[in-house]
């Protein structure tokens, strides 16, 4: 449902609404405070950009930050930079749900529900939650608040450990 790429760019956001402080923050810099790929991380950037939900200065002191403020970004907005509008009306617009098999029921009613979430939640209240606990209750690290990359979270079978 949420790509390694979305998830790289949730907490890219976290990470600029935190330091940024209206300055500009390189890519790099971005990609080495939270163990990711500079190369990747300037993809991921550069879908925020195209997006608008970030905005980018070149030069010396370039970089990214944020170009609106935090309880203006939605998780929806993030993830459709990141995967693309996201597909799950297979009817046309004004459709009678009752008249159409069950799947199409099934697939509009997911749709209604994940966009409905992915709507509600802002990068406001993501950084609401205080960092004060980086491992879950059940073991495993918060990817969004530790040191480790998606990539080593994913990682099938194994539990990842935060560097530094």
Same mark, same amino acid.
């Given at each position: ?43 991921? @950037?550069?879908? /925020? ?6 905005? %980018? ?6 970089? !990214?930050? $944020? =170009? ?55 990068? @406001?209240?993501? /950084? ?6 980086? %491992? ?6 918060? !990817?969004? $608040? =530790? ?18």
């Amino acid at each position: 449902m949420v790509t390694k790429t979305s998830l790289s760019a949730i907490r890219a956001l976290i990470y600029i609404a935190r330091n940024a402080e209206g300055r500009f923050l390189s890519p790099r810099r971005i990609a080495e405070d939270l163990h990711e790929s500079p190369t990747y991380m300037a993809k991921v @950037t550069r879908q /925020l950009v195209r997006a608008g939900i970030l905005r %980018v200065e070149k030069g010396v002191k370039g970089g !990214v930050r $944020l =170009s609106r403020p935090p309880d203006q970004v939605t998780l929806l907005a993030v993830v459709e930079a990141c995967q693309g509008t996201l597909v799950g009306g297979y009817c046309q617009p004004g459709c009678d749900l009752t008249s159409v098999c069950a799947y199409h029921r099934a697939a509009a009613e997911l749709h209604e529900a994940i966009s409905g979430v992915l709507s509600r939640w802002t990068l @406001t209240q993501l /950084l609401q939650k205080p960092a004060s606990a980086i %491992v879950m209750p059940d073991g495993m690290p918060c !990817v969004m $608040l =530790s040191g480790i990359s998606p990539a080593a979270f994913l990682t099938a079978g194994k539990h990842p450990v935060p560097e530094g």
